[in-house]
């Protein structure tokens, strides 16, 4: 039976950063979307007013930023590679993430079956983001649910890869996870933890519990 390998973006393909991060450091306005991020990771705000708030932060957004932070991101080593061999095996992998669909999407380019992530307008922006869009802990579930079927495959087919309280619904619906840089909030829901910058090494991991 194929496997469906579920990938979070930010603090897990991404080292200690997240999208909103580097696409508001091409602003000059990092260290507001990092004081987001920890109201976000604390519990402070929801997915709503967080998108509100990048949404505001990014009025002078352009496309040429979003390339130059997604170029410029402190990836973890061989995410090609890995979603390479996990198509040559038959099985497929997807990015499920609540930063901005427009960041997470370039991810189809390396080889995701599927990318997915909280919906804003296009850059540069002329329309409000919708915060009906913004995706939650809860939504990744659902959104695995809809690859499984689209794939033929069922939760217990699924791996998931994550490190923080947006993964946990995930972690705990699936029969193999892997916390990838993982912080306190999935202590003893992750099957496996991998800290370090090579994503092979995660999958690997993985693929042991065949």
């Known amino acids: 039976m194929a496997r469906l390998h579920l990938f979070d973006l930010d603090g897990t393909l991404l080292h200690g950063s997240s999208a909103p991060v580097e696409i508001s450091r091409q602003l000059g306005l990092e260290a507001e979307t990092v004081a987001l991020d920890r109201a976000i ?4 705000i929801g997915p709503p007013e967080y998108a509100t708030r990048v949404h505001a932060l990014w ?3 352009t496309e040429g930023h979003v390339v130059a932070a997604f170029d410029g991101a402190p990836w973890l080593a061989r995410i090609r590679e890995v979603w390479a061999e996990i198509r040559n095996a038959g099985e497929y992998c997807a990015v499920v993430s609540l930063s901005p669909s427009f960041f997470v999407e370039r ?11 909280s919906r804003f307008p296009a850059v540069p922006f002329t329309e409000p983001v919708d915060p009906a869009g913004a995706l939650s802990a809860a ?3 659902r959104i695995a649910d809809g690859l499984c ?10 791996i998931a890869y994550g490190d923080s309280m947006s993964d946990r ?3 705990a619906v699936v029969p193999v996870s892997v916390a990838v840089n993982g912080d306190g909030c999935l202590a003893g829901l992750a099957t496996h933890s991998y800290t370090g ?5 995660a999958y690997e991991l993985a693929c042991g519990a065949r």
């Open 107 to 117: 991810l189809l380019d390396w080889g995701a079956h599927a990318a997915f992530g």
């Open 59 to 61: 009025a002078e957004l």
């Open 197 to 201: 910058r090579d994503l092979w090494d």
């Open 41 to 44: 990771s604390e519990g402070r």
């Open 169 to 171: 619904d995930l972690f």
């Open 139 to 141: 939504a990744k579930v």
């Open 149 to 158: 079927q689209k794939f033929g495959v069922s939760r217990a087919d699924c």
